[in-house]
């Protein structure tokens, strides 16, 4: 972990490398389709300060209301949106981030992500994308389902460096080589899919360290990667998990258990696709 990250509140926060305030823990909001405003409304009165959508997830407009519903200023919540990039490189960026910031009925997105290292584009897209947070659309610029490899590409392109890399990370993917990286090179680490997708939520080992910490299966995953250090957005559709899915930060899990937890990697299981070893060709970084 590091020392610029203190999980210990909901409202705990980390300072991106381009000196952005981003809270550390949100709610993710894939597969949220009707309810989406109310359950945003809703999460923001329960404390949540920070929401990640994206183009793909057909939302960005219920998340956009659901700010409007909750009656909290626009700079109080954290919204973090991406898009896939694709064939139409620069152009594609940008007329994604418009449909963004329509969606959301707002001047500016906290933090944009190219989504995955996809579309043969990518370096392209980034530059269009760096310019547009130069104009103040994005307060911040990052990625997801980058590898080292992409990351590196990045870097030797001369391009500023990404502020986030948002990745699956659980006790069954630690993805330890890509944390590393990041961590060496002052790029914030966001895990997506704490719970792998409710899979695991009746996992045996899982548990039993639940059962004797008095606690819930999915709030030992979400401790597991607050302790870790990662920014973390578990995702419900319903309104009456908010509160205790939010319930993991007056407690730790002991050392001796995070040891147990951690065991579960060494054989690794993605819940989800990984276009983390994609080829740089298909990212479009060469
Ligand atoms: N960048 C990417 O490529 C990428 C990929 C995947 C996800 N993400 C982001 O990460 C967020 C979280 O990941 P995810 O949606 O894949 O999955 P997740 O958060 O790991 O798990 C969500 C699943 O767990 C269930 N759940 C939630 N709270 C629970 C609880 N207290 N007890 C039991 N089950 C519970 C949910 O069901 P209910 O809805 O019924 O509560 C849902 O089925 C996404 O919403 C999205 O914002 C990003």
Redesign the pocket.
């Known amino acids: 972990m590091t020392s610029r990250l203190i999980a210990s509140a909901i409202h705990s926060t980390v300072k991106l490398n381009d000196g952005v305030v981003m809270p550390l823990f949100g709610?993710?909001?894939?597969?949220?389709e009707n309810n989406c405003a109310d359950l945003v409304a809703a999460a923001i009165d329960t404390g949540y300060k920070l929401i990640?959508?994206?183009e793909f997830?057909h939302n960005e407009e219920g998340v956009g209301s659901g700010l409007k519903q909750s009656g909290k200023k626009r700079e109080d919540i954290f919204i973090v949106s991406?898009w896939f990039p694709s064939a139409e490189g620069a152009k594609g960026a940008l007329k994604a981030l418009d449909h963004c910031l329509k969606g959301l009925q707002s001047n500016y997105v906290d933090l944009y992500?190219l989504?995955?290292p996809q579309g043969g584009h990518c370096a392209e897209a980034y530059r269009a994308l760096l310019d547009a947070k130069k104009q103040g659309k994005i307060r911040s610029l990052g990625v997801?389902?980058f590898g080292v490899s992409h990351l590196e590409a990045l870097a030797k392109l001369g391009l500023d460096k990404p502020s986030v890399n948002?990745?699956?990370l659980?006790p069954w993917q630690q993805k330890n080589d890509i944390v590393k990286y990041c961590r060496e090179h002052d790029i914030t680490v966001m895990g997506?899919?704490?719970?792998?997708?409710?899979h695991k939520?009746q996992d045996k080992t899982v548990g039993e360290i639940a059962k004797k910490l008095s606690k819930?299966?999915?709030?030992v995953?979400i401790r597991w990667s607050v302790q870790h250090g990662f920014i973390t957005?578990?995702?419900?559709?319903?309104a009456s998990?908010l509160q205790?899915?939010a319930d993991v930060f007056d407690w730790s899990i002991p050392e001796e258990d995070m040891k147990t937890l951690n065991a579960l990697g060494e054989k690794p299981w993605s819940?989800?696709?990984d276009p983390t070893n994609n080829s740089l060709k298909e990212a479009g970084l060469q």
């Open positions: 709610l993710g909001v894939y597969q949220v990640d959508t994206a997830y991406k992500l989504h995955a997801s389902n948002q990745i699956e659980h997506y899919s704490p719970l792998a997708k409710g939520v819930t299966p999915a709030q995953l957005i578990p995702k419900t559709s319903q998990r205790s899915n819940c989800t696709w």
